[in-house]
């Protein structure tokens, strides 16, 4: 997963993975992608499109 630089840590695609594998800190964001089923739920709930496959 791509992270665009004005990502904001809001946390909300933190909270909508079905599989809880982003890990959202202060200044920083963390994917398992290793995990990840591509349901691309994260990247539509970011209210700022900062997430890109
Ligand atoms: S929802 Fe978007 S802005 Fe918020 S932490 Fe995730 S990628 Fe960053
Ligand atoms: S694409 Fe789906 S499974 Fe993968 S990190 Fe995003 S919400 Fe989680």
Do not use: Q
């Not at 591509?38 to 900062?50: G, Q, S």
């Amino acid at each position: 997963m791509k992270v665009k630089e004005w990502c904001m840590f809001c946390g909300e695609c933190a909270g909508v993975c079905p599989r809880n594998l982003i890990e959202v800190r202060e200044t920083s964001i963390r994917f398992s992608e290793d995990m990840c089923k591509e349901c691309n739920i994260c990247i539509d709930a970011c209210p700022v499109r900062a997430l890109e496959r």
